[in-house]
């Protein structure tokens, strides 16, 4: 390479253009001395030993040219130069007008191009440059030469993973390119050679804001042209290598190579967050041995200008205060920071000034402090912990491999767990967890101020698991969160004995105030479709929707949505039957009332329910009609609700008022509440009753009289109506003296 420069760019030659080995001083430019080489240059073993004395660390080897030559000091210069200790790669002298890239590209990787991944092999290099032969550009055109090159290099990276270098000049890369930039993702070899080394590598060509390697003069220090490695020691191996992530094939563990060692990667994360600096290579184990085992590595990255950054997403954030690196788990000394090289670092673009507070993108807020990320619930709670500094926002992963701290949180509040459909209830310093359930059934889920993960709920002391059931410091009503509010609930009730726990006054008003939980009240879990009964010591399941419309006077009924754990806490009282059925199972012939959810009244005669409007008929099971009790009173036509005393007739209900008791000589048979308030009342009764064979009965002095005519009755009524009976309801009122 280079030996067309001195004719094509004179300002730039080099005092002298000897090709032999020479000692003429001189100067170099900072960064890592190497050398290219031809099959001019006549070499052996000890000349390359000579080579790592001067300071020489790597070397470019010309390997093949156009699609029919072949170096014949290849094999020699390029196996020498390795085990002399330098880094070695190989390189192709193109010539655009004889064959196509592709066809070259597989010439060279066929013949010493192809390279190992062993970490000091550099990626294979193009050299394109003054045609030597003839036209400057080949005969190509500027498109034409794009192409070439682009087809070369696409080939090369099919073929071995890898893009390869490029050696030009700008001068040329101008004139036969157009100044492309289609190539910057390439590593740039630029040539020239300056009267003064101190002005440098000069303008680039398009696309390239920095060169990889210099050759700045064709005859030095070393054999051959004289080159410079922009960057340390390091960097170059990066370069060999094509990272600085590397493993062996028999050890999972990747570590990151830089000056200062190896540093062991712990998760995929934090190997994924390091990918700028290369894909992980596979390298032997000696090469690993030969540098030393530092800490694992962690977020925080050091430059060598002394400069520390927390890096994530291709990014690195500068960090002010050694405070602030220990916040994130690193601190101001060897130990608590990886140190990078100047390249390393370079891969990674500057971002914003790193703070305490980061949100991961789509994720939550955390505040660092000391090595843990503790969790922000919401803006409230920032701002009651005083926490006022801007955030940074990177990627979901940036904080993950942190443990979790105690979150910022404040009191009285419901946080969802994330991820799932439960939460927790903070109150008095606890978190109290709900489950799925109750936060759906509670209506807990609609009052939610926001999500914490898992492990920041691990990090709280954990209180009592939230049912529902709460009341305030220092009160002693207890109430229940249902999906329509706060209802309270008295001790007993229901066969309740709760254990409430404590909250706030103001996260109990979260909830509507509800009417009390009492006797005949309607319960029901958001699990299930059964509702339950409330009664004095126990709840009561409900057998069908017509029991319920039973128990509720068959008007529609107010059921209360609660949690599961509720339900589960109160004891279960038998099935509720359809109030007021007649029923019977199918082992026995005996029919019964079902008499609401109190017992069930055995009866000798269908006629005294039909009489008081009981005429539905049904069979149920055996240990649902076990579970009522059995009235020890047959039914008979006297009825009481509460201590109002009817008798049935007509299919109804009628009151007896106290003067009239005597002449309804029955024994009557107390109605619960339920059925009370479900039977149909007729008029009350009055002293007269009707049978079905027309016969009017007077009733006095505890016997019935017979009326012996309309016009002795209308005598005797004085307007007031009669019943309508059947004879059994007759018959049990004693017969006395016609009227």
């Known amino acids: 390479m280079g030996s067309t420069i001195a004719a094509n760019e004179p300002a730039a030659a080099p005092k002298s253009s000897s090709r032999l080995f020479s000692m003429m001083a001189v100067s170099q430019p900072p960064g890592v001395q190497g050398l290219d080489v031809s099959g001019w240059q006549q070499m052996n073993a000890s000349t390359w030993a000579q080579v790592w004395a001067n300071g020489g660390r790597f070397a470019y080897v010309k390997a093949t040219e156009a699609t029919d030559y072949v170096s014949s000091q290849f094999t020699e210069q390029y196996n020498d130069s390795y085990n002399a200790g330098l880094a070695h790669g190989a390189y192709h002298f193109a010539t655009p007008n004889t064959s196509s890239g592709a066809a070259q590209a597989t010439w060279f990787l066929n013949h010493g191009g192809q390279g190992t991944s062993d970490g000091r092999t550099m990626p294979p290099l193009l050299d394109i440059e003054y045609n030597p032969y003839g036209a400057t550009c080949y005969g190509l055109s500027a498109a034409a030469m794009v192409s ?21 000049t700008t001068n040329w890369w101008i004139q036969c390119t157009g100044n492309s930039s289609a190539f910057s993702a390439n590593p740039l070899f630029i040539a020239r050679y300056p009267d003064n080394i101190s002005s440098g590598a000069g303008t680039l060509p398009a696309g390239w804001s920095s060169y990889t390697i210099w050759q700045y003069a064709n005859s030095g220090i070393f054999p051959g042209d004289q080159d410079v490695f922009n960057g340390s020691m390091t960097d170059l191996q990066t370069y060999a290598l094509g990272s600085s992530l590397a493993r062996t094939v028999n050890n999972p563990t990747v570590y990151l190579i830089s000056d200062s060692g190896k540093y062991p990667i712990s998760s995929e994360v934090l190997l994924g967050a390091l990918s700028p600096l290369g894909q992980v290579a596979y390298v032997s184990q000696g090469y690993l041995d030969s540098f030393s085992t530092g800490q694992v590595a962690g977020r925080i990255i ?22 602030l690196v220990e916040a994130y788990g690193g601190a101001c000394n060897p130990a608590g920071y990886v140190q990078l090289s100047a390249g390393q670092v370079a891969r990674f673009s500057t971002g914003p000034a790193l703070t305490s507070l980061m949100n991961s993108r789509g994720g939550p807020l955390y505040y660092m402090q000391g090595g843990q990320r503790h969790e922000v619930l919401d803006a409230a709670s920032q701002t009651a912990a005083g926490i006022s500094v801007p955030y ?76 529902g059931v709460m009341q305030t410091s220092g009160g002693t009503t207890i109430s229940v969160a249902a999906s329509d509010g706060a209802h309270p609930w008295a001790a007993g009730v229901g066969g309740a004995a709760f254990r409430p726990v404590t909250v706030p006054s103001a996260f109990l008003s979260s909830w509507p105030s509800k009417p009390a939980v009492q006797v005949g009240s309607a319960v029901k879990s958001n699990t299930s479709a059964t509702v339950y009964l409330v009664m004095q010591n126990d709840i009561r399941p409900i057998a069908s929707w017509d029991a319920f419309l039973a128990l509720n006077g068959g008007a529609a009924p107010a059921i209360s949505v609660v949690s599961p754990a509720v339900i589960a806490a ?13 029923v019977r199972n199918e082992t ?23 009489a008081a409007g009981f005429t539905q008929f049904t069979y149920t099971t055996d240990d649902r009609l076990a579970g009522y009790p059995t009235s020890g009173t047959l039914l008979n036509y006297g009825v009481l609700c509460g201590t109002q005393k009817y008798v049935s007739a007509g299919g109804s209900i009628h009151a007896v008022g106290t003067s009239l008791a005597a002449q309804y000589p029955f024994t009557y048979v107390q109605l619960d509440s339920f059925l009370c308030r479900l039977v149909t009342k007729g008029i009350d009764a009055t002293p007269f009753i009707r049978t079905p064979d027309g016969t009017i009965y007077y009733l006095d002095g505890g016997k019935k009289h017979a009326i012996s005519s309309m016009a002795r009755f209308n005598e005797l009524s004085a307007g007031q109506p009669f019943l309508n009976v059947t004879p059994g309801f007759a018959s049990g009122i004693p017969s006395g003296a016609a009227t």
């Not at 008095?428 to 889920?445: C, Q």
């Not at 109160?570 to 007649?582: E, F, I, R």
């Not at 026995?588 to 039909?610: E, Q, R």
């Open 392 to 467: 940074n926002t990177l990627s979901a992963t940036a904080l993950v491999t942190y443990p979790f701290g105690t979150p910022i949180v404040r009191d009285g509040v419901y946080a969802t767990q994330a991820g799932t459909g439960g939460g927790v209830v903070l109150s008095g310093g606890k978190a109290m967890p709900v489950d799925p359930d109750t936060a759906a059934a509670t209506g807990l889920t609609a009052m939610a101020v926001g999500s914490l993960q898992a492990g920041s709920i691990a990090a709280l002391p954990a209180g009592s698991a939230f049912s």
């Open 302 to 323: 050091r430059g060598p200008d002394g400069a520390i950054y927390f890096y994530d997403a291709g990014i690195k954030l500068p960090i002010a205060t050694c405070d």
């Open 148 to 168: 070439w090159i682009r087809d070369f290099s696409n080939t090369v990276q099919a073929r071995t993973g890898r893009l390869p270098a490029i050696y030009s």
């Open 588 to 610: 026995s012939a005996t029919v019964y009332l079902v008499n609401g959810v109190t017992n069930k009244i055995p009866f000798g005669s269908f006629d005294p329910p039909n």
């Open 570 to 582: 109160l004891p279960k009282g038998p099935v509720a039957l359809t109030s007021g059925t007649l």
